[in-house]
């Protein structure tokens, strides 16, 4: 599972009433992460309309960005080598 996040403070009822404050893993040191409750936090509670987790984001969208831009570059090349551009 990747690495989860709290984004809003809340209460855990789960985990013995932990307090997540924005910025604190989850779960909680000594806690278990159950997957369909880390969905359920992780979407936008039904009664209260807010989201509590989210998936800590990785130092691998460098790369994301250099391939978006390679694939940008064989694009305009592609364009420019279409005969009806030129007219």
């Avoid at 009433?17 to 969905?39: E, I, L, N, Q, T």
């Amino acid at each position: 599972m990747a690495k989860v996040i709290a984004i809003r403070q809340f209460k855990e009822v789960h985990h013995d009433g932990h307090v997540y404050k924005p910025g604190d893993p989850y779960p909680a040191y000594g806690f278990k992460a159950v997957a369909k409750r880390v969905s359920f936090l992780s979407e936008v509670h039904p009664k209260l309309g807010h989201v509590y987790l989210k998936e800590e984001e990785e130092q691998g969208t460098e790369k994301e960005e250099v391939t978006t831009k390679a694939e940008k570059k064989t694009e305009t090349k592609t364009k420019s080598k279409n005969p009806a551009d030129e007219e």
